[in-house]
């Protein structure tokens, strides 16, 4: 149990285009998503975090405007990043935990790793 | 000073000997701990929680957790390569749906034959 599908895993765009990442609990309704952004030999950098039904929370420095987040139901939440530059290249990997469980783990999605050209 | 702090290493383990992990946290409130595994380009994967003082053993894993000294370690025994990853240490202050893990800059820890 407890599965979060990214979708897609790769993404490859040119620079000024926006790109959509989905994140969906395959087996459970997540009332809050997280999204991190790792760069190559870093840690998890936690970009925002995405509330159903209600507008996400963004960390200091992460653009709101720039990194659009939506949470519409219980078990998708998805990620634009709008005008993407080279810069934006990185992986992204949403997490999430099943609603009302009170263990505090989350688990995360396979990732998405865009690169822009 | 980080919140969740890791040596980042790399902690390199003979095969079949013990890898140990360190981890330690600022947040004195914190009441949850977990060790996430994370491969090369993959993302990262839950392997223990703990939430008490003590040791906790799953198979291979033992995660020792010591409040007042605000530590937290993994003990990896009979490391295989297959063990060769980042380990990345995270803590949250209240079992809620809502709360957001603080996560460690991570140990690459690498087994050699």
């Known amino acids: 149990g407890a599965v979060v599908s990214q979708h897609p895993s790769r993404v490859i765009c040119k620079s000024g285009t926006s790109v959509k990442i989905e994140c969906r609990s395959l087996d459970f309704q997540a009332t809050t998503m997280f999204w991190y952004r790792q760069f190559p030999k870093q840690s998890l950098m936690l970009m925002a975090t995405?509330?159903?039904?209600?507008?996400?929370?963004?960390e200091q420095g992460v653009e709101k405007d720039k990194f659009l987040i939506n949470h519409a139901s219980l078990t998708l939440s998805t990620l634009t990043v709008t005008s993407a530059h080279p810069e934006d290249s990185s992986f992204y990997i949403c997490?999430?935990?099943?609603?009302?469980?009170?263990?505090?783990?989350?688990?995360f999605g396979e990732g998405s790793r865009l690169t822009v050209l | 000073q980080k919140e969740v702090e890791q040596n980042s290493g790399p902690l390199s383990v003979p095969e079949g000997a013990i890898a140990s992990l360190n981890c330690t946290y600022s947040d004195r409130v914190s009441q949850s701990f977990f060790w996430y595994r994370q491969y090369s380009g993959k993302s990262p994967e839950l392997i223990m929680s703990?939430?008490?003082?003590g040791d906790k053993e799953d198979g291979r894993f033992t995660a020792q957790l010591n409040k007042a000294s605000q530590y937290v370690s993994l003990l990896i025994r009979d490391s295989q390569p297959s063990d060769s990853a980042t380990y990345l240490c995270a803590v949250g202050r209240i079992k809620a749906a809502g709360n957001k893990l603080t996560f460690g800059g991570g140990t690459r820890v690498l087994v050699k034959p």
């Open positions: 997490s999430a935990r099943p609603r009302g469980r009170t263990t505090g783990e989350l688990f």
């Open positions: 703990i939430y008490s003082n």
């Open positions: 995405s509330n159903e039904g209600s507008k996400a929370t963004y």
